[in-house]
């Protein structure tokens, strides 16, 4: 498996990332942030076990090993996504598509730290101040006008709850996919998203039917635009799990800053929000830091 596929695979999966975002961004103002999410898993759930049955067509003698280690991992993943994906779309609601889409990133400081503590995954030096660059860019970037501090606030404050559960869920999905197969990574990274998507899509459906049935309803209800979302999701959903299968995640997530100036091109074409001369100079600091992190 060449060492370099990690790379176009995050770049796909933050294009489809964004549209995905934009398009859940849509269906939350009639079914709220939590059917927004329910959207990304349900709809895209189909699409991630056709990408399924290609790679059990496509991969020779694979050997899944279904251990504790790999339950775990995808349960914790799961998880830490689902409110991660909440939370990102209230940030979003509150403070602009693009602003909660860069808030989201303070999960490449978070993944790196997490990944370092938790499962020992090492990164250089170097790496360490592009991260440290690349955050610092960030907080430039996503920085409040006094006008709009309450409301900034409140939105940033989801946006780091967000990137805090996607650094969990970005170590964890990475641990499950080695785990589960570490001969065939991208096997094991389709595999995985199969698995979490249902286990996803179970629980939100189980939650939604005891707390809020009728949101359950309007989903189904808007089930033409959700399938976009869903076809988005899942392709954004394999890149991931595929990249983090065969790299670190403070890598990976450093590569998926791409996603903060696509989503503020998308901001701007889409929702017409503007972009200041703060947020075109802090993309600056953004891109040394990726390159950094990245290259070394």
Do not use: K
Request: overall charge positive.
């Amino acid at each position: 498996m060449p060492d370099f596929l990690w790379i176009p695979a995050t770049i796909a999966a933050s294009i489809f990332q964004v549209g995905r975002n934009a398009l859940q961004r849509g269906v939350m103002t009639s079914s709220g942030p939590w059917g927004a999410t329910l959207v990304r898993f349900l709809f895209g759930l189909p699409f991630s076990l056709a990408f399924l049955a290609v790679a059990l067509l496509l991969t020779p003698h694979p050997d899944p090993q279904w251990t504790g280690a790999f339950w775990l991992s995808a349960v914790v993943g799961a998880t830490s996504q689902i409110l991660a994906t909440a939370a990102l779309l209230s940030a979003m609601h509150r403070s602009g598509f693009a602003v909660g889409t860069t808030l989201q990133q303070s999960s490449l400081p978070l993944a790196a730290l997490l990944g370092l503590v938790i499962y020992g995954d090492q990164i250089s030096g170097i790496a360490w101040l592009g991260v440290a660059i690349t955050t610092t860019g960030l907080a430039m970037l996503s920085w409040p006008s006094p006008r709009q501090i309450r409301a900034s606030l409140a939105g940033a404050t989801f946006g780091l709850i967000s990137g805090l559960f996607f650094g969990f869920s970005l170590n964890a999905f990475r641990h499950a996919a080695l785990a589960l197969d570490d001969r065939h990574p991208v096997f094991a990274a389709v595999v995985s998203v199969a698995v979490v998507q249902a286990m996803q899509t179970a629980a939100l459906m189980l939650f939604l039917a005891w707390r809020d049935p009728e949101t359950i309803r309007e989903v189904m209800r808007r089930w033409r635009p959700s399938l976009a979302a869903g076809l988005c999701g899942a392709c954004a959903s394999v890149g991931w799990f595929v990249a983090l299968a065969l790299s670190p995640a403070a890598p990976v997530r450093a590569l998926g800053i791409i996603e903060a100036p696509i989503a503020a091109v998308a901001g701007h074409r889409f929702f017409r929000e503007a972009l200041s001369v703060r947020q075109i100079t802090a993309g600056s600091a953004i891109i040394i830091g990726v390159l950094l992190t990245t290259l070394f």
